[in-house]
């Protein structure tokens, strides 16, 4: 029986759901590979280094290998592929975003969040749309033009509608042709039918985390609430793509239990989604435990990853699924987040706040680091970001046109696994930086990002430099939103 069909018929039926998801989150056999001492055979590991090289993804067992170098001459060669892989389907472009916090009202009680509903210390806000909008425009007037909506999960504070409604209201924002073009959303799991209600506002990627995979840590790290229910969360991303939304991101929190376990189930995951339906993971999360206001997991994190384990798996994951965009928040600080570009992230969020109406109260929020939902390890604003970014020699980019060009899905999927959509990217993100540069950027950053845009533009070929140099002179002119 064809398994969209089979998952389809279990929707009905959550207490059959466990089975079906045991399927494909297969903790027998990821424990086999963490236990197989073969894996550590440091020739099989370069063997398979070489084979990642090709960009065309390594399985799970090979993956498994990778998590057990430990020779710091193979982690090198770990490191340097993981760059090469990474650079070869996306160059070197890091994607820009903020989240925006539309609520902390939650009733689940997960142990490793400041917004757990045992937290009574917690003040509680939720947004109205009039203070959307008011955050909406701090933020476009630093220069986002991407936006992550994240919310608490309550019936009333963040149901589909309340979530629409923000939706609609941050599309609404328009400061003289400066706008958020693009809304990824990052919620509690909904049916097939809610996740469709969603599709309806127009969203780009919807997101969600597991946190942890391991089906008996997740039990005791969530203590009640409908998240407590761990096969309607790990489902969730099949009823998503029945609802047709096209892209969705994939996470864990790393610190909740083994590391190798957490790489693997989520690689696990992510070759199932791709099997199944031929669309993998748009993006993959890679949170790691911080401390939280009265959340006892996170100020004590059970299985805490170093920082060389956490570059590691993060290399691992990009060489195991190049074409997915990797994530990573600013909960890291800016010296980890330096070194981790250079194992395959590509994506960041830059000055970012974790608490609803935080942006234009920051100097409060400040003040009240128990109104976030987690402690931040980089404060720096956006500008301070951009001009370490180019510092580094990566190309900032504010690119969102795939999701209004149908490159979703799997036409997004289908250029990313071949390697061609830097090819249409690498002109928009151009574009785009010089927008931010035009519009935002302060004096200093300005000047060092035109000369690094310069440089960017004279190695691209003649036929993309000659269509990127047409979209800039129709912004020197005065138009702005300009892609292909």
């Given at each position: 029986?064809?398994?969209?069909?089979?998952?389809?018929?279990?929707?009905?039926?959550?207490?059959?759901?466990?089975?079906?998801?045991?399927?494909?989150?297969?903790?027998?056999?990821?424990?086999?590979?963490?236990?197989?001492?073969?894996?550590?055979?440091?020739?099989?590991?370069?063997?398979?280094?070489?084979?990642?090289?090709?960009?065309?993804?390594?399985?799970l067992?090979?993956?498994?290998?990778l998590?057990?170098?430990s020779?710091?001459?193979l982690?090198?060669?770990?490191?340097?592929?993981?760059?090469?892989?990474?650079?070869?389907?996306?160059?070197?472009?890091?994607?820009?975003?903020?989240?925006?916090?539309?609520?902390?009202?939650?009733?689940n009680?997960?142990?490793?969040?400041?917004?757990?509903?045992?937290?009574?210390?917690?003040?509680?806000?939720?947004?109205?749309?009039?203070?959307?909008?008011?955050?909406?425009?701090?933020l476009?007037?630093q220069?986002?033009?991407?936006l992550?909506?994240?919310?608490?999960?309550?019936?009333?504070?963040?149901?589909?509608?309340?979530?629409?409604?923000?939706?609609?209201?941050?599309?609404?924002?328009?400061?003289?042709?400066?706008?958020?073009?693009?809304?990824?959303?990052?919620?509690?799991?909904?049916?097939?039918?809610?996740?469709k209600?969603?599709?309806?506002?127009?969203?780009?990627?919807?997101?969600?985390?597991?946190?942890?995979?391991?089906f008996?840590?997740?039990?005791?790290?969530?203590?009640?609430?409908?998240?407590?229910?761990?096969?309607?969360?790990?489902?969730?991303?099949?009823?998503?793509?029945?609802?047709?939304?096209?892209?969705?991101?994939?996470?864990?929190l790393?610190?909740?239990?083994?590391?190798?376990?957490?790489?693997?189930?989520?690689?696990q995951?992510?070759?199932?989604?791709?099997?199944?339906?031929?669309?993998?993971?748009?993006?993959?999360?890679?949170?790691r435990?911080?401390?939280?206001?009265?959340?006892?997991?996170?100020l004590?994190p059970?299985?805490?990853?170093?920082?060389?384990?956490?570059?590691k798996?993060?290399?691992?994951?990009?060489?195991?699924v190049?074409?997915?965009?990797?994530?990573?928040?600013?909960?890291?600080?800016?010296?980890?987040?330096?070194?981790?570009?250079?194992?395959?992230?590509?994506?960041?969020?830059?000055g970012?706040?974790?608490?609803?109406?935080?942006?234009l109260?920051?100097?409060?929020?400040?003040?009240?680091?128990?109104?976030?939902?987690?402690?931040?390890?980089d404060?720096?604003?956006?500008?301070?970001?951009?001009?370490?970014?180019?510092g580094?020699?990566?190309?900032?980019?504010?690119?969102?046109?795939?999701?209004?060009?149908?490159?979703t899905?799997?036409?997004?999927?289908?250029?990313?696994?071949?390697?061609?959509?830097?090819?249409?990217?690498?002109?928009?993100?151009?574009?785009?930086?010089?927008?931010?540069?035009?519009?935002?950027?302060?004096?200093?950053?300005?000047?060092?990002?035109?000369?690094?845009?310069?440089?960017?533009?004279?190695?691209?070929?003649?036929?993309?430099?000659?269509?990127t140099?047409k979209?800039?002179e129709?912004?020197?002119?005065?138009?702005?939103?300009?892609?292909?």
């Amino acid at each position: 029986m064809n398994t969209i069909v089979l998952f389809s018929r279990l929707l009905t039926d959550r207490s059959k759901i466990k089975n079906y998801v045991m399927n494909f989150i297969n903790e027998e056999y990821i424990n086999s590979i963490i236990e197989d001492n073969r894996l550590k055979d440091e020739s099989m590991q370069r063997e398979i280094i070489a084979k990642a090289l090709n960009a065309k993804g390594i399985s799970l067992s090979e993956a498994g290998a990778l998590l057990n170098i430990s020779s710091p001459e193979l982690y090198n060669e770990l490191f340097h592929a993981a760059k090469t892989v990474k650079e070869r389907i996306y160059g070197n472009r890091l994607v820009l975003f903020a989240p925006l916090y539309l609520t902390n009202a939650c009733v689940n009680n997960c142990l490793y969040c400041a917004f757990r509903t045992d937290n009574k210390d917690l003040e509680r806000r939720s947004l109205t749309l009039d203070e959307i909008e008011e955050e909406v425009k701090f933020l476009v007037h630093q220069g986002h033009k991407r936006l992550l909506l994240v919310a608490g999960e309550h019936p009333k504070k963040s149901s589909v509608k309340v979530i629409g409604e923000a939706i609609e209201r941050v599309y609404s924002v328009n400061e003289n042709g400066n706008n958020i073009r693009r809304v990824n959303v990052n919620v509690a799991p909904l049916s097939v039918e809610g996740f469709k209600e969603l599709n309806s506002f127009g969203i780009g990627t919807y997101q969600i985390f597991q946190e942890t995979y391991h089906f008996d840590t997740y039990k005791s790290m969530h203590v009640n609430g409908p998240k407590a229910d761990y096969s309607w969360r790990v489902t969730a991303m099949d009823r998503a793509l029945q609802a047709g939304i096209d892209d969705v991101g994939i996470g864990a929190l790393f610190g909740l239990t083994d590391y190798r376990f957490e790489t693997l189930a989520m690689l696990q995951h992510t070759f199932y989604l791709d099997a199944t339906y031929g669309v993998g993971p748009h993006t993959i999360s890679i949170p790691r435990l911080e401390p939280a206001l009265n959340a006892p997991a996170a100020l004590q994190p059970p299985f805490a990853v170093d920082d060389l384990s956490f570059k590691k798996l993060i290399a691992v994951i990009r060489l195991a699924v190049p074409y997915t965009g990797i994530i990573l928040s600013t909960r890291e600080n800016p010296e980890v987040r330096r070194d981790l570009f250079e194992v395959g992230v590509s994506q960041i969020s830059a000055g970012s706040k974790t608490s609803p109406g935080s942006y234009l109260e920051s100097k409060d929020a400040d003040k009240k680091p128990e109104l976030e939902q987690f402690q931040l390890g980089d404060h720096r604003t956006l500008d301070e970001v951009v001009k370490d970014v180019c510092g580094l020699g990566y190309l900032p980019s504010f690119c969102t046109a795939c999701y209004r060009s149908n490159r979703t899905g799997d036409r997004f999927m289908e250029l990313a696994k071949s390697g061609n959509i830097g090819k249409i990217c690498v002109p928009n993100a151009l574009t785009t930086f010089k927008e931010y540069l035009t519009d935002f950027a302060p004096g200093e950053t300005k000047k060092l990002g035109m000369e690094f845009l310069q440089n960017e533009l004279e190695k691209q070929p003649e036929a993309a430099k000659s269509k990127t140099e047409k979209m800039i002179e129709r912004l020197d002119s005065g138009e702005r939103d300009i892609y292909f």
